[in-house]
């Protein structure tokens, strides 16, 4: 890709190198992202993945260089800027924590979506300070994710506009103060999607039930809840007072208020969330 295909958009990624250490779901929809979106080049990216054949078909579909060695991915190559994505599963973090341990340098910025993995951690068996802690959600595969982040101190504004950025290709990024928010946002967006699917197919086999064919209630019910959204959104009114848009006296919707309020789902979705957050928390420590 040439320069002038590169448009700038947020902070400019032209002379980052950046390194994905391993090369699955998520870090592939990061790059996948930087290159549709023009914000980087095939050149800027080195990946590490373990197996040969996913390797060859990264470089076959980006143009970017994967490699076998962790080490050799996060190594700095340049004067340039660099930032070392870290997105192996929690079950593979250690091995790779020990890989790497020793070879970023001070000005290299990490920037981990491990779930449950601390920053506390990471600096400590990396003896790395500029870290970058993110919690993305399965959105992001499509670029329509919420991400939270978080940094270490160590971390300059100028790396954390770099670090807007790269997220930004997953979709919302929203930075949080505290590593606590991080565990408070793994309850709410990065947990998000279960409460919204498990409503979903709540609501489809709710039409099933009256007779529509899953299908046709299916399409029913997915644009219902996104046209839904996007009008909270267009609007910005209080979710409360478009419910009451459409709740006339004596009408269906109050009917159907009258029983979601007597079946508590109000409780049951906040102590889902209260209850995923104590999850997130006690994951934290153990690990
Ligand atoms: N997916 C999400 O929506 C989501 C949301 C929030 C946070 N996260 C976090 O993001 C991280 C990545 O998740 P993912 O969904 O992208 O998982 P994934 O698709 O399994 O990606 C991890 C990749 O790492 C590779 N790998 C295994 N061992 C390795 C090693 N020793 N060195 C380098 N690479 C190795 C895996 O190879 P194989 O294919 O051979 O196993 C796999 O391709 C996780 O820590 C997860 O907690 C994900």
Redesign the pocket.
Known sequence: MSDDQITTSGADLRDVQLSF?????????IFAGLLRKGLVAPDQITG????AA?RGDLHTRYGIQVVES?RAAAEKKSSDDSMVV?????Q??S??LA?LKGVLQPEQVLL??????KLETLAHELQHAAIVR????????IGE?T?AWTTTPEVNEAQQAKVRTLLGALGLEMRVETENMIDMA?ALS?TG?TYIFMMMEALVDAGVHMGFSRHVSQDLVIQTMLGSVLFARESAKHPAELRNMVTSPGGTSAEAIYQMEKGSLRTVLSKAVWAAYQRAVALGKKG
């Not at 590490?48 to 197996?51: T, W």
């Not at 993110?134 to 595969?141: E, I």
């Open positions: 250490i391993g090369c699955g779901i998520m870090a592939e929809s590490s993945h373990p197996r996913r962790n870290l997105a192996v599963k929690p593979r973090l091995v790779v890989e981990s979506i491990v779930a449950g993995a993110a919690m993305p959600n399965t959105p992001a595969q994710g991400t793994t990065a999607p």
